[in-house]
């Protein structure tokens, strides 16, 4: 790690040294060259060029957070490559190889599956660029320097203590509820590519077991092993389709879904368009709409749980998490050692990484303006309205 963070010293020096050397042609001159193609700007030819890899556009997470990193970095003084791919893997790829190329000094990645960036982070390690892995754990490899994150299995653990909470098994201040059950749930879990789904899963598991064991919540599928219900790359189709399919195979004799684990806010919409579809609704005798839980407090469902038809999401609050990438990132190119807050949980399969995690909270329809509004996450207005404005 020191070696590779000298390495890096040494880029920003080499790079400063260089347009130092070049001064004549004037600082935001662009001269395209291969290696040359960073300092494009006065204010980032001091702090270099640093590549943000995002997974998807098609949440609106990803985009906030992609958003954060970049305002945040550029107003550190740093030029920032912010890409996207589509959930595609060879996308990610190629798109890091061209952030390396362009002589990025960090990187700061949010993996579409893991393990897949072998051979990016190989070459980003000879180049001595530090490598902050955003949010999802890169996985199986040695050349991943830092990890900001939130506690993920804390996580798991508010996602079914809200399903508890939604079920009456629990008060929200975490006292025994009155219900006794035993109620009908489903689980679903998140994407087996993307290490947090795993310890999400893990955290509501070990939350819910106790009342499965004792028979007062039934997983009436049978289903409960990560590779029944998970959900590759957290598509809501794919969540709506397995809703669907359970609603057919295993209450076709009349009993009623009373209750479902959802990791992910999309997957959720997904969900309780499947539970629409077949005729459950808020306030119906016969087919209530079940406690369904999420994450992400994307604004579609802040709505829905204003409207009382999503029980819960947890609220991560991406602008610190953005905030803490952006300080690793700097530490790393003033050649420090960003602060970890956790040195043993996130153990990619060849070594721990050093981490920071952050905490979140769980989202209910009677906290949604003390935890979104007055925080300035969203407005009123984009709460009444679904839509981020
Ligand atoms: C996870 C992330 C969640 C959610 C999910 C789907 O890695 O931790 O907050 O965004 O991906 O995008």
Same mark, same amino acid.
């Given at each position: 790690?020191?070696?590779?963070?000298?390495?890096?010293?040494?880029?920003?020096?080499?790079?400063?040294?260089?347009?130092?050397?070049?001064?004549?042609e004037?600082?935001g001159?662009?001269?395209?060259?291969?290696?040359?193609?960073?300092?494009?700007?006065?204010?980032?030819s001091?702090?270099?060029?640093?590549?943000?890899?995002?997974p &998807?556009?098609?949440?609106?997470?990803?985009?906030?957070?992609?958003?954060?990193?970049?305002?945040?970095?550029?107003?550190?003084?740093?030029?920032?490559?912010?890409?996207?791919?589509?959930?595609?893997?060879?996308?990610?790829?190629?798109?890091?190889?061209?952030?390396?190329?362009?002589?990025?000094s960090?990187?700061?990645?949010?993996?579409?599956?893991?393990?897949?960036?072998?051979?990016?982070?190989?070459?980003?390690?000879?180049?001595?660029?530090?490598?902050?892995?955003?949010?999802r754990?890169?996985?199986?490899?040695?050349?991943?320097?830092f990890?900001? $994150?939130?506690?993920?299995?804390?996580?798991?653990?508010?996602?079914?203590?809200?399903?508890?909470?939604?079920?009456?098994?629990?008060?929200?201040?975490?006292a025994?509820?009155?219900?006794?059950?035993?109620?009908?749930?489903?689980?679903?879990?998140?994407?087996?590519?993307?290490?947090?789904?795993?310890?999400?899963?893990?955290?509501?598991?070990? &939350?819910?077991?106790?009342?499965?064991?004792?028979?007062?919540i039934?997983?009436?599928?049978?289903? &409960?092993?990560?590779?029944?219900?998970?959900?590759?790359?957290?598509?809501?189709? &794919?969540?709506?389709?397995?809703?669907?399919?359970?609603?057919?195979?295993?209450?076709?004799?009349?009993?009623?879904?009373?209750g479902?684990?959802?990791?992910?806010?999309?997957?959720?919409?997904?969900?309780?368009?499947?539970l629409?579809?077949?005729?459950?609704?808020?306030g119906?005798?016969?087919?209530?709409?079940?406690?369904? $839980?999420?994450?992400?407090?994307?604004?579609?469902?802040?709505?829905?749980?204003?409207d009382?038809?999503?029980?819960?999401?947890?609220?991560?609050?991406?602008?610190?998490?953005?905030?803490?990438?952006?300080?690793?990132?700097?530490?790393?190119l003033?050649?420090?050692?960003?602060?970890?807050?956790?040195?043993?949980?996130?153990?990619?399969?060849?070594?721990?990484?050093?981490?920071?995690?952050?905490?979140?909270?769980?989202?209910?329809?009677?906290?949604?303006?003390?935890?979104?509004v007055?925080s300035?996450?969203?407005?009123?207005?984009?709460?009444?309205s679904?839509?981020?404005?």
């Amino acid at each position: 790690m020191s070696t590779r963070k000298f390495a890096a010293v040494a880029v920003g020096m080499t790079l400063a040294l260089s347009l130092a050397a070049c001064g004549g042609e004037g600082a935001g001159s662009d001269t395209g060259t291969e290696e040359g193609d960073t300092g494009t700007t006065e204010e980032s030819s001091e702090g270099g060029l640093i590549g943000v890899s995002m997974p &998807t556009q098609t949440s609106e997470r990803w985009i906030a957070d992609g958003d954060a990193v970049k305002s945040g970095l550029e107003e550190a003084g740093y030029e920032v490559d912010l890409q996207f791919a589509g959930d595609d893997i060879p996308t990610q790829s190629q798109q890091i190889d061209q952030m390396i190329t362009k002589g990025a000094s960090a990187l700061i990645i949010a993996a579409i599956d893991g393990t897949a960036l072998a051979s990016q982070l190989q070459a980003a390690a000879d180049a001595g660029i530090p490598v902050i892995s955003y949010d999802r754990l890169i996985r199986d490899s040695e050349n991943v320097d830092f990890y900001v $994150t939130f506690d993920n299995y804390q996580v798991g653990v508010q996602q079914a203590t809200s399903l508890l909470v939604g079920l009456g098994l629990l008060t929200q201040d975490g006292a025994e509820g009155d219900a006794t059950g035993p109620f009908n749930v489903e689980l679903f879990a998140g994407s087996l590519d993307d290490n947090n789904a795993h310890f999400f899963y893990a955290g509501a598991i070990d &939350t819910l077991q106790p009342y499965i064991d004792e028979g007062t919540i039934v997983i009436k599928s049978g289903q &409960t092993d990560i590779e029944q219900v998970a959900t590759l790359r957290w598509q809501q189709e &794919t969540a709506q389709k397995r809703m669907e399919d359970l609603l057919t195979s295993a209450y076709s004799d009349g009993s009623v879904v009373q209750g479902v684990l959802s990791p992910y806010d999309g997957l959720s919409r997904g969900i309780i368009t499947a539970l629409q579809n077949a005729g459950y609704a808020v306030g119906d005798a016969a087919k209530p709409m079940p406690p369904v $839980t999420g994450q992400d407090a994307e604004i579609a469902s802040v709505k829905l749980i204003a409207d009382g038809v999503q029980f819960s999401t947890i609220f991560k609050d991406t602008r610190k998490l953005a905030d803490q990438a952006v300080v690793a990132a700097q530490a790393y190119l003033e050649g420090e050692e960003p602060e970890a807050n956790d040195t043993e949980t996130y153990d990619n399969g060849v070594k721990v990484v050093p981490s920071y995690l952050l905490e979140s909270d769980i989202v209910y329809a009677d906290n949604i303006q003390a935890l979104l509004v007055d925080s300035g996450y969203w407005t009123a207005e984009e709460v009444a309205s679904g839509q981020a404005g």
